[in-house]
């Protein structure tokens, strides 16, 4: 039996990678320096396997940005508008990968990124390989042979992991209409085999394919590419032993696809499917050469592993195949989780008795191996590692601090008109047109100003005590002033108070939460560079006191415009935080939800009269099979309504969500019933909006009409061009003027600049459909 990881975080235990990829774009350091850093987080990371023992240790888990776009960088998937870039800019390759990745506005060029998407169901987001019907492929790049050399060198021979080719495929868009992205399949197999065979002769024994694709609703004409591929790999590079990776939910009707396959070991996410194991070893027809590797450790939470659990589940396992064809492994790449629990020493933020009840992807690795040796053993009960485990596990369940008896009580008293406005969103428009009085095509932002790096080091000043709490709040008072002025120079309609105050839009309400911790340095890579410390939910869930109701007040003191206050939702909230997993999430969520509806309730007696409530990873939540869907849409659905619902009908709800696609789920946002959805559209070109126009979506709509994941700066006529797009699919009484999203990541000259032209854009439409009328 051996130990096995499938992918382990690269950013660095205090994002040393994040730091020195920042400054490498600035230009403060060189692309020497830059790799000489990556370099060295990889060889810290694979000594941490090699000393927890890990038989099969991943490389190419690494990246400097993401790894689908190292993927389509090794196989030559380079857009033609960069690989033009290239030759005019005379871009190295570095520049060309991060071009790739966030666009480039230099040397008077502009050239539009390629798209990022949520990677499943999780928090972080992929570049999305582009692909021409002409489409070409070649090995453009060496790096996975490089990371393999460089393992090696360090006397450690990896499983290298690359991402199957028909993932890469499916999550690939065609950039021309009328054709399927698979049907590149037979172009680009021969580029791995090239890969393949070079790896096997530098001694590679293993090689990992990630294929989640597999965990996805499937088709005859996927499950054929399935089989083609991985026969094709077998004849082509037959000695080598390749490891196929599905995660993140069971193989479902790909099961008996898969186990035909000329592999040698294939994984399993029991964490996310335990009743795999059984239909596997039920099923007549498995190949008895096949090897398993347990995915038991799970990589999305940060919970201890249950030995006593997993032990029963692999001496099942065992008694079916024998000990010789197991693996034991974590379910999906660590990732998802943060590196290592020991940072948070005693002067950490994190609730010292929940400490004893988390494993990060470091302590996942000795979980790893003190599993195999407890399996191993002949009397596991006894030994020190199981006994520890038990006790960890037998605190955290009798824990004093986990059930608040109150919460339960309000959560079973919900009734059905907890989670619905008074009367129909029609009655609603007619009132709130009445109390606010907005113009036409009202703009608006969707609640976040740059954060600048004065501010976090405010908040950083403020947090190790060298700046006081008076000093800060007054700091921040400052500048949400200036960002109000501002507002109002440019002559938005609905104005915000910027979330100056927010380290981040989930962790700023966790930590004000109870049942809520957070660490001090659990951070987790989201897209790039950029990095999210997800909170800690390990106890029911309330609010003991107002969370944003003083900042939203001193905003509104501020101007005689209306101020919208700013909150994240409920199913936004639990997405992106470490979910406890001792009762349902959707029990979590209502949980949530009464405290948000709480802090609702509180902005509107504080005389708020717009209150938006974020969204953004209800889309993202939705479970990966379409079975699933409708008992998550009940229960998201629910909650957000139980968060929005106890407002008077003159109070104006907003939600926003971007990253989102809607065709799926649309008749559920409409459920939502706010009275204002804005979302991320301006990349997209409006399409989007079939999705509410075809429903005849009700309510009133924002559509983003300027992309701020980039520092360009639209024109005017640009927006009203979209603003006209819009309004083909929606009336124009239904329709908000709005940025995609917040602009938090954005710099001061080009947010001003960009709101300018919008505002323009504004009017402009407005003449436009008065001439018109
Ligand atoms: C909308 N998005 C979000 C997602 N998930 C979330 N949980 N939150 C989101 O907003 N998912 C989907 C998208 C993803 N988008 C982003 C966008 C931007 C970031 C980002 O900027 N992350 C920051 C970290 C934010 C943060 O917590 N900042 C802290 C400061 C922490 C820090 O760096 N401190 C420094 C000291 C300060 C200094 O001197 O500068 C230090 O510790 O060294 C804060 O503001 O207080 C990032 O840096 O990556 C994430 C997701
Ligand atoms: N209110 C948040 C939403 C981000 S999705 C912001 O503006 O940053
Ligand atoms: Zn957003």
Same mark, same amino acid.
């Given at each position: 039996m051996k130990t096995t990881n499938l992918g382990f975080p690269? %950013?660095?235990? &205090?994002r040393e990678l994040k730091k020195a990829v920042e400054g490498y774009w600035k230009g403060s350091i060189s692309e020497e320096q830059l790799k000489s850093t990556a370099q060295e987080i990889r060889k810290i990371n694979w000594s941490l396997q090699d000393d927890n023992q890990i038989d099969l240790i991943p490389s190419n888990d690494f990246s400097l940005y993401d790894q689908v776009l190292d993927l389509a960088f090794t196989v030559g998937a380079i857009p033609e508008r960069f690989k033009t870039l290239q030759q005019q800019g005379n871009l190295s390759d570095i520049d060309l990968y991060f071009a790739m990745a966030r666009g480039y506005q230099q040397k008077g060029l502009d050239i539009k990124a390629m798209s990022m998407k949520k990677?499943?169901?999780? !928090?972080y987001h992929y570049i999305v390989p582009e692909f021409t019907k002409n489409q070409d492929f070649s090995l453009f790049s060496s790096k996975v042979i490089d990371e393999f050399k460089e393992a090696l060198s360090l006397g450690i021979k990896t499983k290298p992991v690359l991402i199957g080719p028909v993932t890469f495929l499916l999550l690939g868009? /065609?950039?021309?209409? =009328?054709?399927? *992205?698979?049907?590149?399949l037979d172009k680009l197999l021969p580029i791995y085999a090239k890969l393949l065979k070079e790896l096997k002769k530098l001694g590679a024994e293993n090689v990992q394919f990630d294929?989640? *694709?597999?965990a996805l609703d499937s088709t005859p004409s996927i499950r054929n590419k399935i089989t083609a591929a991985y026969n094709y790999f077998a004849n082509e590079v037959p000695s080598l032993k390749i490891f196929l990776a599905n995660y993140f939910?069971?193989?479902?009707? $790909?099961l008996a696809t898969v186990l035909q396959l000329p592999i040698h070991t294939l994984h399993l996410d029991i964490t996310r499917c335990g009743e795999q194991i059984n239909d596997i070893f039920t /099923?007549? $027809?498995?190949?008895?050469?096949l090897h398993f590797s347990i995915? %038991?450790?799970?990589?999305?939470n940060i919970w201890k592993n249950d030995y006593q659990k997993s032990l029963t589940t692999l001496s099942k396992v065992i008694e079916k195949v024998? &000990?010789?064809?197991i693996l034991i492994a974590?379910? *999906?790449?660590?990732?998802?989780v943060p590196c290592d +629990? $020991? +940072?948070?020493?005693?002067?950490?933020? %994190? !609730?010292q008795k929940i400490l004893p009840w988390l494993s990060f992807a470091k302590q996942k690795l000795g979980e790893l191996s003190a599993l195999k040796q407890l399996v191993l053993?002949?009397?596991?009960?006894?030994e020190e590692d199981y006994i520890i485990n038990q006790k960890a596990l037998q605190t955290r369940n009798q824990?004093? #601090? #986990?059930?608040?008896p109150k919460v339960k009580e309000r959560v079973q008293k919900l009734t059905a008109k907890d989670a619905q406005?008074?009367?129909l969103f029609k009655t609603r428009k007619i009132l709130q047109k009445e109390a606010l009085n907005l113009p036409l095509y009202p703009t608006t932002t969707i609640g976040s100003f740059p954060q600048t790096k004065e501010v976090r080091q405010w908040r950083a000043a403020f947090k190790n005590g060298r700046l006081s709490a008076e000093e800060y709040q007054s700091k921040l008072e400052e500048e949400t002033k200036r960002t109000i002025s501002l507002q109002e120079e440019i002559g938005l309609d609905v104005l915000v108070?910027?979330?100056?105050?927010? !380290?981040d839009m989930v962790e700023y309400f966790g930590e004000q939460l109870e049942g809520f911790t957070f660490s001090s340095f659990g951070w987790v890579q989201s897209y790039g560079s950029r990095c999210v410390k997800p909170p800690i939910i390990f106890g029911d869930v309330s609010r003991s006191?107002?969370?944003?109701v003083a900042w939203t007040k001193y905003a509104q003191s501020c101007t005689d415009k209306y101020i919208k206050g700013m909150l994240t939702g409920p199913v936004t909230i639990l997405q992106w935080s470490f979910v406890r997993?001792?009762?349902?999430r959707s029990e979590t969520c209502t949980q949530i939800a009464l405290a948000i509806r709480d802090e609702v309730q509180d902005l509107e007696s504080a005389g708020i009269k717009i209150i938006q409530i974020d969204e953004p990873a209800i889309r993202e939540g939705l479970?990966?099979? /379409? #079975?699933?869907?409708a008992t998550y849409l009940q229960w998201a659905v629910n909650a957000f309504k139980v968060s929005s619902s106890? #407002?008077?009908?003159?109070t104006q709800i907003h939600t926003h969500m971007c990253?989102?696609?809607? =065709?799926?789920i649309i008749k559920s946002i409409a459920d939502l019933d706010a009275d204002v959805i804005t979302i991320e559209c301006s990349r997209s070109q409006m399409d989007l909006l079939n999705a509410f126009a075809s429903f005849n979506y009700p309510n009133d709509i924002g559509p983003g009409i300027?992309? %701020?994941?980039?520092p360009r700066v639209p024109s005017k006529y640009e927006m009203v061009d979209l603003i006209d797009k819009a309004k083909r699919h929606i009336p124009a009484e239904q329709l908000w003027v709005n940025p995609?999203?917040? +602009? &938090?990541?954005?710099?001061?000259p080009e947010t001003k600049k960009a709101l300018e032209k919008m505002v323009e854009a504004a009017v402009t439409a407005r003449k436009l459909f008065t001439v018109l009328a």
């Amino acid at each position: 039996m051996k130990t096995t990881n499938l992918g382990f975080p690269r %950013i660095g235990n &205090k994002r040393e990678l994040k730091k020195a990829v920042e400054g490498y774009w600035k230009g403060s350091i060189s692309e020497e320096q830059l790799k000489s850093t990556a370099q060295e987080i990889r060889k810290i990371n694979w000594s941490l396997q090699d000393d927890n023992q890990i038989d099969l240790i991943p490389s190419n888990d690494f990246s400097l940005y993401d790894q689908v776009l190292d993927l389509a960088f090794t196989v030559g998937a380079i857009p033609e508008r960069f690989k033009t870039l290239q030759q005019q800019g005379n871009l190295s390759d570095i520049d060309l990968y991060f071009a790739m990745a966030r666009g480039y506005q230099q040397k008077g060029l502009d050239i539009k990124a390629m798209s990022m998407k949520k990677w499943f169901d999780t !928090n972080y987001h992929y570049i999305v390989p582009e692909f021409t019907k002409n489409q070409d492929f070649s090995l453009f790049s060496s790096k996975v042979i490089d990371e393999f050399k460089e393992a090696l060198s360090l006397g450690i021979k990896t499983k290298p992991v690359l991402i199957g080719p028909v993932t890469f495929l499916l999550l690939g868009k /065609a950039k021309e209409d =009328n054709f399927d *992205c698979l049907e590149l399949l037979d172009k680009l197999l021969p580029i791995y085999a090239k890969l393949l065979k070079e790896l096997k002769k530098l001694g590679a024994e293993n090689v990992q394919f990630d294929e989640p *694709c597999l965990a996805l609703d499937s088709t005859p004409s996927i499950r054929n590419k399935i089989t083609a591929a991985y026969n094709y790999f077998a004849n082509e590079v037959p000695s080598l032993k390749i490891f196929l990776a599905n995660y993140f939910d069971c193989y479902g009707d $790909n099961l008996a696809t898969v186990l035909q396959l000329p592999i040698h070991t294939l994984h399993l996410d029991i964490t996310r499917c335990g009743e795999q194991i059984n239909d596997i070893f039920t /099923a007549d $027809n498995f190949l008895s050469t096949l090897h398993f590797s347990i995915g %038991i450790i799970d990589g999305r939470n940060i919970w201890k592993n249950d030995y006593q659990k997993s032990l029963t589940t692999l001496s099942k396992v065992i008694e079916k195949v024998g &000990k010789e064809r197991i693996l034991i492994a974590p379910s *999906c790449s660590l990732l998802h989780v943060p590196c290592d +629990l $020991n +940072l948070e020493t005693e002067t950490s933020k %994190i !609730n010292q008795k929940i400490l004893p009840w988390l494993s990060f992807a470091k302590q996942k690795l000795g979980e790893l191996s003190a599993l195999k040796q407890l399996v191993l053993s002949d009397n596991f009960e006894k030994e020190e590692d199981y006994i520890i485990n038990q006790k960890a596990l037998q605190t955290r369940n009798q824990s004093t #601090v #986990v059930h608040q008896p109150k919460v339960k009580e309000r959560v079973q008293k919900l009734t059905a008109k907890d989670a619905q406005r008074s009367h129909l969103f029609k009655t609603r428009k007619i009132l709130q047109k009445e109390a606010l009085n907005l113009p036409l095509y009202p703009t608006t932002t969707i609640g976040s100003f740059p954060q600048t790096k004065e501010v976090r080091q405010w908040r950083a000043a403020f947090k190790n005590g060298r700046l006081s709490a008076e000093e800060y709040q007054s700091k921040l008072e400052e500048e949400t002033k200036r960002t109000i002025s501002l507002q109002e120079e440019i002559g938005l309609d609905v104005l915000v108070h910027g979330e100056f105050e927010r !380290n981040d839009m989930v962790e700023y309400f966790g930590e004000q939460l109870e049942g809520f911790t957070f660490s001090s340095f659990g951070w987790v890579q989201s897209y790039g560079s950029r990095c999210v410390k997800p909170p800690i939910i390990f106890g029911d869930v309330s609010r003991s006191n107002p969370m944003t109701v003083a900042w939203t007040k001193y905003a509104q003191s501020c101007t005689d415009k209306y101020i919208k206050g700013m909150l994240t939702g409920p199913v936004t909230i639990l997405q992106w935080s470490f979910v406890r997993d001792d009762q349902p999430r959707s029990e979590t969520c209502t949980q949530i939800a009464l405290a948000i509806r709480d802090e609702v309730q509180d902005l509107e007696s504080a005389g708020i009269k717009i209150i938006q409530i974020d969204e953004p990873a209800i889309r993202e939540g939705l479970p990966l099979r /379409a #079975v699933d869907w409708a008992t998550y849409l009940q229960w998201a659905v629910n909650a957000f309504k139980v968060s929005s619902s106890g #407002v008077k009908d003159e109070t104006q709800i907003h939600t926003h969500m971007c990253y989102s696609e809607f =065709n799926d789920i649309i008749k559920s946002i409409a459920d939502l019933d706010a009275d204002v959805i804005t979302i991320e559209c301006s990349r997209s070109q409006m399409d989007l909006l079939n999705a509410f126009a075809s429903f005849n979506y009700p309510n009133d709509i924002g559509p983003g009409i300027y992309d %701020i994941h980039s520092p360009r700066v639209p024109s005017k006529y640009e927006m009203v061009d979209l603003i006209d797009k819009a309004k083909r699919h929606i009336p124009a009484e239904q329709l908000w003027v709005n940025p995609d999203c917040g +602009l &938090k990541t954005r710099d001061w000259p080009e947010t001003k600049k960009a709101l300018e032209k919008m505002v323009e854009a504004a009017v402009t439409a407005r003449k436009l459909f008065t001439v018109l009328a």
